[in-house]
T-cell receptor, first 112, second 114 residues
Framework: QQQVKQSPQSLIVQKGGIPIINCAYE??????FPWYQQFPGKGPALLIA?????SEKKEGRFTISFNKSAKQFSLHIMDSQPGDSATYFC???????????FGEGTQLTVNP | EAQVTQNPRYLITVTGKKLTVTCSQN?????MSWYRQDPGLGLRQIYY???????DKGDVPEGYKVSRKEKRNFPLILESPSPNQTSLYFC?????????????FGPGTRLTVL
């Protein structure tokens, strides 16, 4: 049972486009929502994270939008670059510990 | 350099032959965890450890064992590997057990069980 559902599975955009990756969760006890970025042959690395007391968080070209009532959150990448081509995972965890529940992942390709 | 290391990076073995994948971190982190990554399923937690001698099952613990005798090491043991354990494995660590602590991942171990 996947507690965090992620879509789309893959995404191809042109350089400069704005890819959007969506995630939905079921457990209302989740209170921390990070996004991890994974390049081929590497382990995932934290990209950006949000807590449910805010609706948006921006770091550089990356923005998380969070909708608590809908139990959904999304990652937007502004002015995407070929170097952003990677697999992106959304995740969620509860206040009680560091256990992360990951989404299925989205393979993003940004064409030059 | 602060890092999580895993060995081996690649392993091909046969059904039933016991193996151990090592994980070590040099950041004095309390929390360590093992995940497996499979296409279309994302990362699923196998086992985690909140501190030395404290381990607990994650979402997919069947067929795996772990131990945490030292703070820096968290080996993953497959006593009798089967083909359905063919996967990409990641070890991760974080400073504390709060949900807001960033998890640092190792480079991964690609395991094939024939």
């Amino acid at each position: 049972q996947q507690q965090v559902k992620q879509s789309p599975q893959s995404l191809i955009v042109q350089k400069g486009g704005i890819p959007i990756i969506n995630c939905a969760y079921e457990n209302t006890a989740f209170d921390y929502f990070p996004w991890y970025q994974q390049f081929p042959g590497k382990g995932p690395a934290l990209l950006i994270a949000i807590r449910p007391d805010v609706s948006e968080k921006k770091e550089g070209r990356f923005t998380i939008s969070f909708n608590k009532s809908a139990k959904q959150f999304s990652l937007h990448i502004m002015d995407s670059q070929p170097g952003d081509s990677a697999t992106y995972f959304c995740a969620a965890s509860m206040r009680s510990g560091s256990r992360l529940t990951f989404g299925e992942g989205t393979q993003l390709t940004v064409n030059p | 350099e602060a890092q999580v290391t895993q060995n081996p990076r690649y392993l091909i073995t046969v059904t039933g032959k016991k193996l151990t994948v090592t994980c070590s971190q040099n950041m004095n982190h309390e929390y360590m965890s093992w995940y497996r990554q499979d296409p279309g399923l994302g990362l699923r937690q196998i086992y985690y450890s909140m501190n030395v001698e404290v381990t607990d099952k994650g979402d997919v613990p069947e067929g795996y064992k772990v131990s945490r005798k030292e703070k820096r090491n968290f080996p993953l043991i497959l006593e009798s590997p089967s083909p359905n354990q063919t996967s990409l494995y990641f070890c991760a660590s974080s400073f504390g057990t709060s949900s807001y602590n960033e998890q640092f991942f190792g480079p991964g171990t690609r395991l094939t069980v024939l």
